[in-house]
């Protein structure tokens, strides 16, 4: 590449003070993002600040009601984890489907939610469960820090440290994936719990994930697949490429909420 | 320039390179280890993989700073005094190779694959290699040595 230093920190604060005195500095998770960006040219920083050295990231933990998984945990991690099995199905089978077998057992989930790919899974987890975003700063809900395509609220050097997720009653998931490269094309998540019933899409939105007001209205009432059937959503904000032109995308929205709400059996 | 160490098939070793030298090219130049291919060189293909602290990698996506201080296992280190691993024997045996260009990858994952799934269906082991593509193959071949040296490895 083109002579970038490289920092292991060893916590939050060696983290965040090498990120300050860099010139253009980036943290490093999984790598499986940034790296290839920046073999491609599209990213050019000068300082790798890599976080995996932080034991803290590292854990998987359950709080009351709520599970925790740490900013480093990998999407192997996730899919095997007894507790995220045992207290949010939906997820460990999200993070199962990301990618494939190697880009699961380096790429974490703080990396996923941070670059917010319009096509990433994760993303739609956090909306779909009305997850808390923790960094090293504050704590920022989901609703507000998905802000656009490949945007979040982070603030420059702010660091995620964990993501916290309230276990729903039920949750799903479904994605119709490219299959070249897995991301999803269409995913939706939806889940029904305390926090009433949310329905996150991602892989459709021109600006990234987002809620589906329309059906989580109509699931609100009844939370089956016949009360979304034929759903679908406004093709205006839709995503468009070669890979699927917006009416198709928004046609999708409908199918995949509805085997979402299947697959909360 | 950085001093980087780590094992590499059971072997300590040391060796300059820059910090941002990627861990495929860590193996191919500073150590010779060549078995190790690289294919799309986008984190796509496979051809890379190698094993890292026991679970599978694409090393052509990985520095060799990150690597410091792990476990690497490649091509090169999965015979023993000569004698194949029971998945390189499983794949001469079944004919999983033509141009072998995607092999080195496709047998690490492939000892991931049943090291975590010591029975695995054939969807199984079609899901499980995803991560590694073969231009020559059709992959049915392969398919099939893993289930063989799966079963040969359960004993
Ligand atoms: C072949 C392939 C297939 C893939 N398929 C899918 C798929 O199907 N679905 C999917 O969702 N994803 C997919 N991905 C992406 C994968 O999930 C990545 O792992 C993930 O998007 C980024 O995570 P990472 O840990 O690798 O982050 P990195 O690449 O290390 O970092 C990504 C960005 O996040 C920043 N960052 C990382 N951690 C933090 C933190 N804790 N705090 C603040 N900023 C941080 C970095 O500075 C960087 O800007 C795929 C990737 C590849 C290579
Ligand atoms: S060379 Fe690493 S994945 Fe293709
Ligand atoms: S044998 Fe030629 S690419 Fe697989």
Same mark, same amino acid.
């Given at each position: 590449?083109?002579?970038?230093?490289?920092?292991?920190?060893?916590?939050? +604060? /060696?983290?965040?003070?090498? $990120?300050?005195?860099?010139? +253009?500095?980036?943290?490093?998770?999984?790598?499986?993002?940034?790296?290839? /960006?920046?073999?491609?040219?599209?990213?050019?920083?000068?300082?790798?600040?890599?976080?995996? %050295?932080?034991?803290? $990231?590292?854990?998987?933990?359950?709080?009351?009601?709520? #599970?925790?998984?740490?900013?480093?945990?990998?999407?192997?991690?996730?899919?095997?984890?007894?507790? !995220?099995?045992?207290?949010?199905?939906?997820?460990?089978?999200?993070?199962?489907?990301?990618?494939?077998?190697?880009?699961?057992?380096?790429?974490?989930?703080?990396?996923?939610?941070?670059?917010?790919?319009?096509?990433?899974?994760?993303?739609?987890?956090?909306?779909?469960?009305? /997850?808390?975003?923790?960094?090293?700063?504050?704590?920022?809900?989901?609703?507000?820090?998905?802000?656009?395509?490949?945007?979040?609220?982070?603030?420059?050097?702010?660091?995620?440290?964990?993501?916290?997720?309230?276990?729903?009653?039920?949750?799903?998931?479904?994605?119709?994936?490219?299959?070249?490269?897995?991301?999803?094309?269409?995913?939706?998540?939806?889940?029904?719990?305390?926090?009433?019933?949310?329905?996150?899409?991602?892989?459709?939105?021109?600006?990234?994930?987002?809620?589906?007001?329309?059906?989580?209205?109509? $699931?609100? %009432?009844?939370?089956?697949?016949?009360?979304?059937?034929?759903?679908?959503?406004?093709?205006?904000?839709?995503?468009?490429?070669? &890979?699927?032109?917006?009416?198709?995308?928004? &046609?999708?929205?409908? !199918?995949?909420?509805?085997?979402?709400?299947?697959?909360?059996? | *320039?950085?001093?980087?160490?780590?094992?590499?098939?059971?072997?300590?070793?040391?060796?300059?390179?820059?910090?941002?030298?990627?861990?495929?090219?860590?193996?191919?130049?500073?150590?010779?280890?060549?078995?190790? &291919?690289?294919?799309?060189?986008?984190?796509?293909?496979?051809?890379?993989? !190698?094993?890292?602290? %026991?679970?599978?990698?694409?090393?052509?996506?990985?520095?060799?700073?990150?690597?410091?201080?792990?476990?690497?296992?490649?091509?090169?280190?999965?015979?023993?005094? %000569?004698? *194949?691993?029971? *998945?390189?024997?499983?794949?001469?045996?079944?004919?999983? #190779?033509?141009?072998?260009?995607?092999?080195?990858?496709?047998?690490?994952?492939?000892?991931? #694959?049943?090291?975590?799934?010591?029975?695995?269906?054939?969807?199984?082991?079609?899901?499980?290699?995803?991560?590694?593509?073969?231009?020559?193959?059709?992959? &049915?071949?392969?398919?099939? /040595?893993?289930?063989?040296?799966?079963?040969? *490895?359960?004993?």
């Amino acid at each position: 590449m083109s002579d970038i230093n490289y920092l292991k920190a060893a916590d939050l +604060e /060696a983290a965040a003070a090498s $990120l300050k005195s860099a010139s +253009e500095g980036a943290y490093l998770a999984g790598g499986m993002t940034l790296l290839p /960006a920046i073999k491609l040219g599209l990213n050019q920083p000068s300082d790798l600040v890599d976080l995996g %050295g932080i034991g803290a $990231l590292h854990t998987i933990t359950v709080d009351g009601e709520t #599970l925790v998984i740490g900013a480093m945990v990998n999407h192997y991690q996730v899919a095997n984890s007894d507790d !995220v099995n045992g207290r949010i199905p939906a997820l460990a089978d999200l993070a199962e489907g990301i990618g494939d077998p190697q880009v699961r057992n380096r790429g974490t989930i703080g990396g996923s939610i941070a670059n917010n790919d319009p096509a990433a899974d994760y993303p739609a987890a956090c909306l779909g469960l009305g /997850a808390t975003i923790i960094t090293n700063q504050r704590e920022i809900a989901a609703d507000d820090f998905f802000t656009g395509l490949l945007e979040t609220a982070l603030e420059d050097g702010e660091i995620i440290t964990a993501v916290s997720f309230p276990v729903p009653e039920k949750a799903g998931y479904a994605k119709l994936q490219n299959p070249a490269s897995r991301f999803a094309l269409v995913g939706v998540f939806v889940s029904s719990g305390a926090g009433g019933v949310r329905v996150a899409v991602t892989g459709a939105g021109a600006s990234g994930v987002f809620r589906a007001s329309d059906a989580e209205a109509a $699931l609100s %009432g009844d939370f089956s697949a016949s009360a979304i059937a034929g759903a679908s959503v406004a093709e205006g904000g839709m995503l468009s490429d070669i &890979h699927a032109a917006a009416d198709y995308r928004a &046609h999708l929205v409908g !199918v995949m909420a509805a085997r979402a709400v299947e697959a909360c059996g | *320039m950085s001093e980087i160490s780590m094992t590499v098939n059971g072997r300590a070793v040391t060796a300059s390179a820059a910090s941002d030298v990627l861990l495929a090219d860590f193996l191919r130049q500073n150590l010779d280890l060549t078995g190790t &291919h690289v294919g799309c060189d986008t984190s796509q293909c496979g051809a890379c993989v !190698v094993q890292m602290d %026991g679970a599978s990698v694409k090393s052509c996506t990985i520095l060799a700073a990150q690597a410091e201080g792990a476990d690497i296992v490649t091509i090169e280190g999965l015979a023993t005094n %000569g004698d *194949m691993h029971p *998945m390189q024997k499983a794949f001469h045996d079944n004919h999983a #190779l033509q141009c072998g260009f995607c092999t080195p990858g496709m047998l690490i994952s492939a000892i991931d #694959l049943v090291s975590k799934n010591p029975d695995p269906t054939e969807a199984e082991v079609r899901k499980g290699l995803e991560g590694n593509l073969c231009r020559c193959t059709g992959y &049915h071949n392969i398919v099939k /040595a893993v289930l063989a040296a799966a079963q040969d *490895m359960r004993g």
